[in-house]
């Protein structure tokens, strides 16, 4: 596996492209928090992934600069959520790329990510 | 152990006091990414164990809204990274943290997050 | 004209829908800041105005809470820059803005901002 | 004037050292919006306005890469209020800037700011 830390959360890439990519998460009780929800750090490692994956697509690396979200929605325990990266700028040093998190089952967005990235 | 989701990741609570709290983690193998570097989403979810922890220490529960990182610095395997969540507003409905991710060695900082919540 | 501000900077509103909005500005010389570059402030206002239109589209005045943008190119002084707002999700008591900001003669994208209000 | 744009919004430079600046701006009724509270285009102008001085202040000409802005507490027309922009963190290429704005008389924090640059 060559992302440990995709492993040890359970997160699956679906789908990579030039500029895009797609991860998933069922939620299990090991990413939960204290109010028996989903923490905010496993929806936020499912997004990442996804801007990762796409931002790095290209072949060059590309460092995390700035990420932000917003948390819409809950997720039940057992739903599988779904990161869909895309990428909407990019010049020779940096590039943005805008994540949307949907449920798997009805499509539901429960947060919306953007990233930037720069290329050394 | 209360919060299944920082126990997965090896997250610690340090310090819990009102409004405020720091939480720490050291960067093992299996939070690196296929860069082999710690991955966004553990330093954010480091970053995120504090601000819920302080969020939610006057009582009534916090969800929350927005959050938003700057990547500053790359940290070592090995490391020990320490986040202290402050409280920077309070209204009845609504509150501001800001996180700071330190090295704890030498204090360098390697993240800055902000965070908002909602009390419903 | 019901909006000072807008009408200080030279903000129009070009389109009002149910939860969308887009607004114009034209890059003057009272515009520029000391890089002789147009103002970050200037196209905030741009895209801040199109997201407080399309969030106070449904009646329900709506507060500001958060928001963020990436700049992603320089725009020359005499272009129109358009802001476009999206409503992408809304719950009774909060709701979320994508605006892009292109230009009006090729519609490349200057900047991507993204807002979340309150109903109080 | 150098800076056409504060010129026209009536923001002064008070303050400005190495990596740190503070601005003004008094809440006029051509700052407000449809509301008749001062509109957020305004608050953010001001604050952009310290973090663009401080982050300019080392010489280098740097180009805004990313912001954001939690909006806190309503402010008054009449209120004079002040940003202040700190620099929390600077590499040769990126450097990050925190401002945070308050009422001139009695120090409340109405909103806070992040922003980072680049130095091409």
Known sequence: ???PYCA???ID?????AGSATTALTVTDDLLNFHGT????AL?????AAFAAASNSHGDPAVALETNVSYLAA???????LATATETHRTRRTAEYEVVLTTETDGERVATFRGRVYRP
Chains 1, 2, 3, 4 share one sequence.
Request: hydrophobic fraction near 35%.
């Open 44 to 48: 936020y490692s499912l997004a990442d």
């Open 75 to 81: 997720v039940d325990v057992g739903a599988t959520v």
């Open 8 to 10: 040890t959360l359970g």
């Open 38 to 41: 989903p923490h905010g750090g």
């Open 1 to 3: 596996e060559s992302d």
């Open 13 to 17: 890439l679906r789908e990579l492209g």
